[in-house]
């Protein structure tokens, strides 16, 4: 993963939220805005993220929200593929609606693996958006990224 230490499930929540806000709709994540997303307390936000500063995947600016570096961006983009993935299995082959596949899929991204992902990913024949219509973003190591497929 290229950090000190591996993730949480919490705190992979967390850099989610940050990615969505920060890159897909331009905006800034403060401590509050972070607490009413995720039902907890301030306290409980600053704690993670301080967290995320020490894997050096936020960086905290006190009263201006948090950004993510070049590494949580990385990192954020690896768990919005699997849940954009999943999302796409959940309403393709189960027929759940598109909502309803964004809540399962949030419950399980952060578990499964990158490689079960690129299977479901090549037996989707590589989408390229989710049924959100948000970018699926590629692999290197799934053949969908410029490669042949198999």
Known sequence: MGTKSKLTASEAGYLKLIYRVQEEESGKVGTTAAARAFGVRPATVAEVLRNLARKNLVRRRPYRGVELTPQGVAEARKLLRKHRILEVLFVGLLGLSPESACEEASKLDYYVSEELINAICR????????????????????????????
């Open 123 to 150: 037996s989707s024949n590589h989408p390229k958006t989710c049924p959100c219509e948000k970018v699926i973003f590629e692999d290197p190591a799934c053949c969908g990224a410029g490669g042949k497929k198999k």
